[in-house]
């Protein structure tokens, strides 16, 4: 089965910089990689995704990139805000009915004023 | 107003008792999903359906039990066989084909 795991665990950066989270995954078969953002006691939401036919998305402050060759995608935070201060997590899944989803271990991001 | 709820919200029970936790879709999506997050963890798949009388054990399937008799309900319960039980559950859904998965605001449970 998939397996992603997921770098750094917790990250702190001065707000205005950037910040970069970086994913690996294991099913080459997984073709559909999103990203979500919890807030603490909330739900998780998603932010941004990207599917294996594109190599990078942009959203605003948020983008992510894709290497299916070397199976690792990244999240990229520009201009870091307190906002952004949540857990981030990574998944990946293969974009086929009912296939399991299988999340990263999270990323504790900290955005310092 | 389409969406996944949870219920209840913050959940007390005592040792050696089975809890029913609800988690209701309307968003017509044939998946679903239950997580458990301990604090500091991430997302644990405990089990998932992928449509109605089906689902499959996930990697911390162990003293859990889930029914899909509908497909809009997808009830979990944690049984006296979970050794330690007191978490916050996340239920989600996804649509065949649209792959964005939706979450519920989480059920924490406590058991004293």
């Known amino acids: 089965g998939e397996n992603v795991e997921q770098h750094p665990s917790t990250l702190s950066v001065q707000e205005g910089d950037s910040a970069v989270i970086k994913c690996t995954y294991s099913d080459s078969a997984s073709n559909y990689f999103p990203w979500y953002k919890q807030e603490l006691g909330k739900r998780p939401q998603l932010i941004i995704d990207i599917r294996s036919n594109v190599g990078e998305k942009k959203d605003q402050r948020i983008a992510v990139t894709l290497n299916k060759t070397a199976k690792h995608f990244s999240l990229h935070i520009t201009e870091t805000q307190p906002e952004d201060s949540a857990v981030y997590f990574c998944a990946a899944t293969p974009d086929n009915y009912g296939q399991n989803f299988v999340f990263g271990p999270g990323t504790r991001l900290s955005v310092l004023p | 107003d389409g969406g996944i709820t949870q219920s209840p919200k913050y959940l007390f029970r005592k040792e050696g008792q089975n809890v029913t936790l609800s988690c209701e879709q309307n968003?017509?999506?044939?998946?679903m999903y239950w997580y458990r997050q301990d604090p500091g963890q991430g997302l644990r798949l405990i089990y998932y359906?992928?449509?109605?009388?089906?689902?499959q054990k996930g990697d911390i399937a162990e003293g859990y039990s889930v029914s899909r008799e509908k497909k809009e309900s997808f009830p979990l319960t944690v049984t006296s066989a979970q050794k330690n039980p007191t978490a916050f559950y996340l239920c989600?859904?996804?649509?065949?084909?649209?792959?964005?998965?939706?979450f519920g605001q989480g059920t924490r449970l406590t058991v004293v």
């Open positions: 989600a859904s996804r649509e065949t084909g649209n792959t964005e998965a939706f």
């Open positions: 968003l017509n999506h044939d998946a």
């Open positions: 359906s992928q449509i109605v009388n089906d689902f």
